[in-house]
Structure formats: structure tokens, C-alpha cells
Nanobody
Framework: QVQLVESGGGLVQAGDSLTLSCTAS????????MGWFRQAPGDLERKLVT?????????RYADSVKGRFTVSRHNAKNTVYLQMNSLKPEDTAVYYC????????????????WGQGTQVTVSS
């Protein structure tokens, strides 16, 4: 069992930066790839933002955030981070972290554990 808690969300202006954190309970964090998803207002589904492999050597990003967002992890701290730069109003969403047992999962159904989400609002 893995419990995930996101933090770091808030209200920022366009162009600002924000770093989200997701801390996991338990001793098995390093066995899971970690993903960040987001669900924007009015969207019916959460969409993948980025995923990082268990050792941090491999990552994948949605086209909409490439070059602006960076995912990283610190296994000794059971924490994964999402550094978000040059934020845009369209980045406004609830951001969720999730843990998956696959190498680099990209689909929601590949994830076993989810956090409760943290709100990010970017004003223009």
C-alpha cells in the first residue's frame, strides 16, 4: 500500500514558476514509476503531464509542457517533484501524482495509487 500526498499548489500569475511535491508513505516508493496528471476545469479526464522511471533515468512529457516542466525524484526522501516554469493560464488544473508498477506508464489504468490532488491556478 502506498499513500501519496501532493503539495505546493497555489495561485500564480502567467510566467511564474511553481514546484509541486508528492511524498509517498511506505518503503516501496523506489519500486514505482511516478506520474503527474492534471485535470483542467471542464475536462472529463485526467491527462498525463509527465512520468519518471524508478531510477529517474527516463522521463516522458506531454507536448504541451515540454521545455517548461521538469520532473525529478528523490528516492531516499520518497518524493517526486514537478518544477513548472513559464506557467500559462491553460496550465490551470488539479494536479495529481500517481504510482505505477510499469517501467514508464502513460495510461491511467497502469497506475495503482493516486494522490488527492493539488490545485494550480494561473491567472493571466
Amino acid at each position: 500500500q502506498v499513500q501519496l500526498v501532493e503539495s505546493g499548489g497555489g495561485l500564480v500569475q502567467a510566467g511564474d514558476s511553481l514546484t509541486l511535491s508528492c511524498t509517498a508513505s511506505g518503503r516501496t516508493f523506489s519500486r514505482y514509476a511516478m506520474g503527474w496528471f492534471r485535470q483542467a476545469p471542464g475536462d472529463l479526464e485526467r491527462k498525463l503531464v509527465t512520468v519518471i522511471s524508478v531510477n529517474g533515468d527516463n522521463t516522458r512529457y506531454a507536448d504541451s509542457v515540454k521545455g517548461r516542466f521538469t520532473v525529478s525524484r528523490h528516492n531516499a526522501k520518497n518524493t517526486v517533484y514537478l518544477q513548472m516554469n513559464s506557467l500559462k493560464p491553460e496550465d490551470t488544473a488539479v494536479y495529481y501524482c500517481a504510482a505505477g508498477a510499469s517501467w514508464l506508464p502513460t495510461r491511467k489504468l497502469e497506475y495503482d495509487y493516486w494522490g488527492q490532488g493539488t490545485q494550480v491556478t494561473v491567472s493571466s
